[in-house]
């Protein structure tokens, strides 16, 4: 079968390959793919700025459809069952250690398989792992209580169903920021509940003393993977305040941290979900179950919209100019199908 592989250095170490089927072991069921989401991290790993192994078949948001399974897999799952699937196996992460959906079909060990809501579509069931990663963030990874004011910086994918999620909270105000080449990510800021957008360049740390009255942002979530960002972070958030880092810059950069220990600000990362604090992966797998059944529930709410921030369906012949767009931020989110038959299912 055909799939999108990372195999060499640089963006031209990524393309299509010939490959083997997978190996379905007995505890695993083997998927056909219905969706696969372009993750940021993706592209930080087409570009050589993210951890990986190769070979390996990229892509970790995804959903599917059960066609086969091993041995040792019971009648709880059966042909036909639709999933959506968490990716930390006991050999890695899926799509970064291990080979994942840009292609037709994977292996995925069974403890990772959730069960797609005959209400969601498969699209909808590739982006739950975002709807896992942002409600760990806010939830665990955070300190947010009813009538903060909340910032967001970072526009992107996670920004979107973060700024979401953080509604669920009840705060007086949600700010959302990007730069002036933000503004698509902005305007959809706007249509998924943002009480107002700023510009990162506009000197939105002004903007929130103004609105505030001087108090400051009491938390401040990153998303934006941007060195400006998380310095005006530190000088937005009140005293005592809460910033919590989610995006990734891929390089290393210079920033002031004094008012850190100045006005006692938290400062905390958030990656994954329920047990990603441990390297042992059993751990990462047993924790994290919870946190997915968690997300679809929260999706069972009907509260987080998560088509809108879908701005393109393709195929997988169509991977370079999709990276390329998201790169240039010419589209938000765009949903991949390597089995043309699930296009918009």
Not at 193 to 215: F, I, K, W
Request: proline share 4%.
């Amino acid at each position: 079968m055909r799939a999108l592989q990372k195999y060499g250095d640089g963006k031209e170490g990524m393309g299509i390959r010939e490959v083997p089927e997978p190996e379905v072991g007995p505890d695993d069921l083997l998927i056909e793919v219905g969706a696969v989401g372009i993750c940021g991290s993706d592209l930080h790993i087409w570009r050589d700025e993210k951890e990986h192994r190769r070979p390996v078949t990229l892509g970790h948001e995804f959903s599917g459809v059960v066609i086969g399974k091993g041995e040792d897999v019971g009648d709880e799952w059966q042909a036909g069952d639709r999933i959506c699937g968490d990716l930390e196996t006991l050999h890695g992460r899926v799509g970064t250690h291990v080979n994942g959906a840009y292609a037709p079909r994977l292996a995925l060990p069974r403890q990772l398989a959730h069960r797609l809501p005959d209400n969601l579509t498969f699209a909808e069931g590739a982006l739950i792992e975002q709807v896992t990663c942002m409600s760990h963030a806010a939830m665990a990874r955070s300190r947010i209580q009813p009538a903060d004011f909340v910032v967001i910086t970072g526009p992107g994918p996670i920004g979107l169903t973060l700024l979401q999620i953080v509604r669920l909270f009840s705060p007086r105000t949600v700010m959302v920021t990007g730069l002036k080449d933000d503004t698509l990510r902005l305007e959809k800021a706007r249509e998924l509940g943002a009480d107002t957008v700023y510009y990162s360049e506009d000197d939105p740390v002004q903007e929130v003393q103004r609105l505030t009255d001087g108090a400051g942002a009491d938390v401040v979530l990153d998303c934006s993977g941007g060195e400006a960002a998380l310095t005006q972070a530190t000088r937005m958030v009140r005293n005592g305040g809460w910033i919590t880092i989610i995006g990734l810059w891929g390089h290393d950069f210079k920033v002031n941290l004094d008012r850190v220990p100045y006005h006692n600000l938290t400062v905390r990362g958030s990656w994954g979900w329920d047990g990603m604090e441990y390297a042992d992966q059993a751990v990462r797998m047993a924790a994290g179950w919870h946190s997915w059944e968690r997300a679809l529930r929260i999706m069972a709410m009907g509260k987080i919209r998560l088509e809108p921030i879908i701005t393109r369906h393709i195929t997988m012949e169509e991977w370079r100019e999709a990276f390329e767009a998201l790169e240039a931020k010419r589209e938000i989110k765009v949903m991949m199908y390597p089995n043309e038959q699930y296009r918009r299912k």
